[in-house]
């Protein structure tokens, strides 16, 4: 006696074997890549079982797993475009023209990454954002005394690196 499981199996392995042949070819001609068209009929097999109990009623599987299998190409093909559009935006934009890092010049970042994360926190929250410090103190559920606190050590750290060492000297 052949189980559900078994019917189901067997059933949509003749669908596979009648199917994928011809899905495969339809798929190659109108998207140009064989990979990509066995992919997606590899995937619309994998939306069959998940809906079979469902399209195994239908009049015509094939029509359904073509619809499928045709919609997937068209939104993979959309998001190909996308892609490419953006791409080109983002290539054709001249970069900003910043001068190569020396000696005398300072990365923020670089600076910043020395500082514990809370007073990283709060110093580019009130400084950078210009949050005052009862918002900060909100923001990160820590007294406004602590945010002042974290604040000087902040500022008394990155005080030595940010010293313009022509000014410094006398």
Known sequence: METDAESRESRVAGVYA???????????VMGGSRADAEEIAQDSFVK??????KVRAYD????????????????????RQVAVRGLRRLTSR??????????TRLDLGDALATLPLGSRAVLLLHHV?????????TLLRVPPGTVKSRLSRARAALAPLLADPERSTP
Not at 18 to 28: D, S
Not at 60 to 79: E, F, G, I
């Open 18 to 28: 009648r199917a994928c042949g011809p899905l495969v070819g339809l798929l190659t």
């Open 129 to 137: 954002h210009d949050l005052p410090v009862d918002e900060v103190a």
């Open 60 to 79: 015509d599987v094939d029509a359904w797993l073509r619809t499928v299998a045709v919609r997937m190409l068209v939104s993979r093909h959309r998001r």
């Open 48 to 53: 069959l079982l998940e809906h079979w109990d």
């Open 94 to 103: 001249t970069p900003l023209a910043s001068p190569p890092p020396d000696a």
